[in-house]
């Protein structure tokens, strides 16, 4: 794996995501049960990247102040992590899965050697929800086991945050079936990807 080390939301950062497939938005090839999407979410996705790749530019999205709310938890919530655990979370801008910079993962933390942490902030009303099931977030998967495949890490912990609760951290193992999968999916992806690019760079703009 190639790590960069840069600020999260920084305009390197940004270039570094700028037109490949990033872990957050795996489930956008492989669903959490480690099939294959509908074929429009696929495309969809397909021509999002294409269209960062071509352009230069990526694309705006919409954040709503519950994200916003969630993105802010998530330096308290690495805090608690690591003083509940006793270790130390090392925080990286993004990595790239090898040296070819096709696909890769911004991981909330890396902890040396072996394990990387996820965390995820959730309303009171979610997060009780979650707290009584007292099992990993669906919906999560495909992120983490991709970071898992990219970082290349034995194990992920997942933490889902709500101030003023209790936190929720459930620690995930590689699913190397599931690895399997999405790593020939991104194969794929990324074959089809370049593919629609090169057709793209090739039509005069008018």
Not at 30 to 58: D, F, H, I, W
Not at 67 to 92: F, L, P
Request: charged fraction near 30%; aromatic fraction near 10%.
């Amino acid at each position: 794996m190639i790590e960069v080390h840069c600020e999260q939301h920084s305009p390197e950062w940004e270039a570094c995501r700028l037109g490949i497939p990033t872990a957050s938005k795996f489930d956008c090839i492989v669903t959490p049960t480690g099939k294959l999407v509908a074929e429009q979410v696929r495309t969809k996705y397909l021509y999002e990247l294409a269209a960062e790749a071509v352009s230069g530019k990526s694309k705006e999205n919409y954040v709503s102040y519950k994200m916003k709310w969630a993105a802010e938890t998530e330096a308290e919530s690495r805090m608690v992590y690591a003083m509940n655990h006793e270790t130390e979370v090392r925080q990286v801008g993004f990595v790239y899965k090898d040296e070819r910079k096709m696909f890769g993962s911004s991981p909330d933390g890396l902890i040396d050697p072996t394990g990387g942490f996820e965390t995820k902030g959730a309303q009171g009303d979610i997060q009780v929800d979650r707290l009584l099931k007292n099992k990993m977030v669906t919906i999560h998967i495909p992120q983490v086991q991709g970071s898992l495949y990219v970082c290349e890490k034995e194990w992920w912990d997942f933490q889902s945050y709500s101030p003023g609760l209790p936190e929720l951290c459930i620690r995930n193992y590689r699913d190397e079936k599931f690895i399997k999968i999405l790593s020939e999916e991104l194969e794929r992806f990324c074959y089809d990807l370049a593919a629609t690019i090169r057709k793209l760079r090739g039509m005069e703009c008018r």
